[in-house]
């Protein structure tokens, strides 16, 4: 299950940014829960927040969404 959330943050952020070759997602699973960091080329930051953290909510949500499934807290970091 990590691994497919894992494949689903990655391919929805190549499809954001101009730079998909900059894209890199970890994953650390911790006893409540895991954790995603997703990391983009400085230049694509906001194509990834979008307006008001627009992009970044919808993220989130889809990949909450997808995490149900396993009964399993999934929280996705976005780091420079």
Known sequence: MVNSVVQLV???AKSLVDHPEDVFV???EEKDGIT??????AQDMGKVI???GRIARALRTVVRAA???EN???VVEIVQ
């Open 26 to 28: 970890t994953e650390t």
């Open 10 to 12: 990655e391919t929805i």
């Open 36 to 41: 995603i960091q997703l990391k983009v080329a």
């Open 67 to 69: 995490a149900t499934k």
């Open 50 to 52: 979008g307006k008001q």
């Open 72 to 74: 399993k807290k999934v």
